[in-house]
């Protein structure tokens, strides 16, 4: 009977907690109803006029369907050289794979890998350059690796006079805020600043959060401006025009990676190296399930995933992410909880990762003890209302509460 606690949760939508409730109903809003603030040229097409730019950006910088930097160019607007993140410059690169720099084919602009031998821009690096355009697609989890390059872009520009200026996008889970806030004594690229694991922010917001907050090195400041996402607001469930990673290749995966990356610090295979990543929780030990899928190398996306080539026993939480997830706002500690019950080899269960992805070694801690979710959620809440008051401070957009 026990064996199939997890399914029957899974199956009945049990899994919910206690996730906050509003009185109003979440609305989904599609790009053609939202003008991006990379759409809005007449707002700061005249702050670049003359100046020397770097952008940074990815493929999902776009405006309409043309990338950021062809419309830069485009227009006689010069752009020096542009800094790619994790996932690199037409975003074809797997989780975790070092991005090289180089040079790109369409424009001959040099690319400057920042996820590859330094994360943060070099002196150097950033000489010549007035302004950093930072337009990047974000999907409102602490440790998607995009607002730490924000931060460190942030920091270089603080430390040589440079001003940042945000393109602002709509956050597809910036509708809740939930999670343990990050003990910064495990900061970390997966989690740098004093937030839940769903923050409820774009990365204008967020900019102007670690700018506020004096989170960059010696508390310095960047000049920054942010031209806002128009016609957006926290309470719309945003439907995302392009992947903004290989592996976040569905809404379903965008509303479970908050919970579902927590297992990146486990055995489990979460369906990397299958057709629905962020999807499929499954082990090949795994005692319980209602699927079966084997992991492969998938070239460009997922190489040696966890699982590889075993047949492992599990879930597809499609259902899960489109009618629980979507349609609430929460971390969903008791899949966590059961996964952990149902894992024949409790010791190996959880790797050193996992305490950088969840930002504090309580989580783990309290699940081994045999906490429940209640409990668990209940000790977040005091430190996720003060953040919801630093949180207020920065906001652009109507919010949700």
């Known amino acids: 009977m026990k064996k199939h606690i997890l399914l029957l949760l899974i199956c009945c939508g049990a ?17 053609k109803d939202i003008e991006v603030g990379a759409e809005r040229t007449h707002a700061y097409f005249s702050l670049l006029q003359g100046k020397r730019i770097a952008l940074c950006a990815n493929h999902t910088s776009l405006v309409g369907e043309t990338h950021l930097l062809d419309t830069l160019l485009s227009s006689g607007i010069t752009v020096v050289k542009v800094f790619t993140p994790e996932h690199g410059f037409r975003g074809q690169s797997e989780a975790g794979e070092k991005v090289n720099s180089s040079i790109d084919e369409k424009t001959k602009t040099p690319i400057v890998s920042l996820y590859g031998n330094n994360k943060k821009p070099t ?90 907050e004096g989170w960059l090195a010696g508390k310095k400041r960047c000049e920054l401006a942010v031209v806002a996402a128009f016609g957006y607001a926290h309470l719309f469930r945003y439907q995302l025009p392009v992947n903004p990673s290989p592996n976040l290749s569905s809404m379903d995966a965008i509303y479970l990676y908050p919970t579902l990356c927590l297992f990146e610090g486990t055995p489990m295979s979460i369906g990397r190296g299958t057709d629905k990543p962020f999807v ?37 939480l499609t259902n899960m992410a489109s009618i629980i997830m979507k349609n609430n706002n929460f971390i969903n500690v008791n899949l966590l909880i059961e996964a952990y019950r149902e894992f024949p080899q409790k010791d190996k269960f959880f790797t050193s990762f996992f305490d950088k992805l969840a930002g504090t070694k309580t989580l783990r801690e309290q699940i081994i003890a045999g906490k429940t979710a209640e409990e668990i959620r209940q000790s977040w809440q005091n430190d996720l209302d003060a953040f919801k008051q630093i949180r207020k401070k920065y906001l652009l957009y109507p919010d949700f509460e």
């Open 15 to 31: 899994l919910l907690g206690k996730a906050q409730k509003y009185d109003f109903v979440f609305q989904d809003i599609y790009p």
């Open 123 to 212: 002196p150097e690096q950033m000489q010549g350059i007035d302004i950093v355009v930072f337009d990047i697609q974000d999907v409102g989890a602490r440790f998607y690796t995009y607002i730490s390059t924000l931060h460190y872009i942030m920091e270089a520009a603080a430390e040589n006079k440079v001003k940042v200026l945000v393109l602002d996008r709509p956050n597809p889970n910036g509708y809740w805020v939930d999670g343990p806030v990050l003990d910064t004594t495990l900061r970390s690229f997966v989690g740098m600043h004093p937030v839940p694991i769903a923050h409820g922010m774009t990365v204008g917001e967020y900019a102007k959060m670690i700018n506020g």
């Open 280 to 316: 499929l929780l499954g082990h090949p030990d795994f005692l319980v399930g209602n699927i079966t899928f084997t992991p492969k190398n998938i070239p460009g996306i997922a190489t040696n995933p966890p699982c590889v080539g075993k047949q492992c026993s599990g879930f597809d």
